[in-house]
């Protein structure tokens, strides 16, 4: 059974720092990734990972936010630099098990049916 668990969310103020965790069950997965939503707003892709390692990014978090795995844990990881206010959302662990055409796609479809997701870890900064 697929399961995640996500730590690591909390308040800071913009240009501070904070490192998301997720906790993944022992699945391979082709992509894992981290989304995000605010109020009002549509899920949008923050950054992915695929089995191999290679990261793909946002445009908005791109040079701030590092996405990483530790496979031998099986935890992934999102380490966000300077922060800024509209950063705040909440924070969402997914993953899938069905290859996208790309990672970029993935990251710009947060609908696609394969997705698997965590409970979510709320992100505040504060200017």
């Known amino acids: 059974q697929v399961h995640f668990v996500e730590s690591g969310g909390g308040s800071v103020q913009a240009g501070g720092s904070l490192r998301l965790s997720c906790a993944a069950s022992?699945?391979?997965?082709?992509?894992m990734g981290w989304f995000r939503q605010a109020p009002g707003k549509e899920r949008e892709g923050v950054a992915a990972i695929d089995s191999d390692g290679t990261t793909t990014y946002a445009d908005s978090v791109k040079g701030r936010f590092t996405i990483s795995k530790d496979n031998a844990k099986n935890t992934l990881y999102l380490q966000m630099n300077s922060l800024k206010p509209e950063d705040g959302a909440m924070y969402y662990c997914a993953a899938t098990r069905v290859r996208p055409p790309s990672p970029e796609w993935w990251l710009l479809n947060s609908m696609w049916g394969y997705n698997y997701w965590g409970q979510g870890t709320q992100v505040t900064v504060s200017s």
């Open positions: 022992g699945y391979t997965y082709y992509y």
